[in-house]
């Protein structure tokens, strides 16, 4: 079975500060990572994902995320906050190879200090 | 402009009552989901759907029904039966995308229930 923690419900940084937002997965099998965006009461927007063929991966706003396969993480990181980056932040993990249901993490909530 | 729709975005019923919720693609994606969220839960699955006509439950089907008539359409209906309904649900849409489905959200529907 696969399950995703996330480090933190809350996160606070102040604008122009690193972003760090924690993500460990558990899967039987090589797992594929994703993260989400979501702005109140809208829907979710991919950020990045990981398919296995870079460890590194690069998303949409600045964001980035690296794949560690021996701490099992997949922690997302931005080097300069924007003041738009306040939303809640979720890492998902699906399996794939036709089972494609994606287990969420609990979410992050990012606030943005000015 | 592609994309998912879900109606309406604010939807209030009485205990009691069946409702059912609206979502519709025209992204001509196979693949089909419901989700419901909670605050500091994370998105858990309902029910999906990776073909016409089929559906599978999901991690939370109690007190839940779906159909999957056409391609572009899977309503939801909460019935009766769902001890607590009051909830976002979020509807998305899948496609293989470098080996492995990215999945589309709609902006979701809160359902309060009184």
């Known amino acids: 079975a696969q399950s995703v923690t996330q480090l933190g419900s809350h996160v606070s940084v102040s604008e122009g500060a690193l972003v760090l937002l924690r993500c460990n997965y558990s899967?039987?099998?090589?797992?594929?990572l994703f993260w989400y965006v979501q702005y109140p009461n809208q829907g979710l927007q991919l950020l990045l994902k990981y398919t296995s063929a870079a460890t590194l991966v690069k998303g949409i706003n600045g964001f980035e995320a690296e794949f560690k396969k021996s701490e099992t993480s997949f922690h997302l990181t931005k080097p300069s906050a924007h003041m738009s980056d306040a939303a809640e932040y979720f890492c998902a993990v699906s399996e794939g190879f036709g089972n494609e249901k994606l287990t969420f993490g609990t979410g992050t909530r990012l606030t943005i200090i000015p | 402009d592609g994309g998912i729709t879900q109606s309406p975005k604010y939807l209030f019923r009485k205990e009691g009552q069946n409702v059912t919720l609206s979502c519709e693609q025209n992204l001509n994606h196979d693949a089909m989901y419901w989700y419901r969220q909670d605050p500091g839960q994370g998105l858990r699955l309902i029910y999906y759907?990776?073909?016409?006509?089929?559906?599978q439950k999901g991690d939370i089907a109690e007190g839940y029904s779906v159909s999957r008539e056409k391609k572009e359409s899977f309503p939801l209906t909460v019935t009766s039966a769902q001890k607590n309904p009051t909830a976002f649900y979020l509807c998305?849409?899948?496609?293989?995308?470098?080996?492995?489905?990215?999945?589309?959200f709609g902006p979701g529907t809160r359902l309060t229930v009184t």
């Open positions: 998305a849409s899948s496609i293989p995308t470098g080996g492995i489905d990215e999945q589309y």
């Open positions: 899967s039987s099998v090589p797992p594929y």
């Open positions: 759907s990776q073909i016409v006509n089929d559906f």
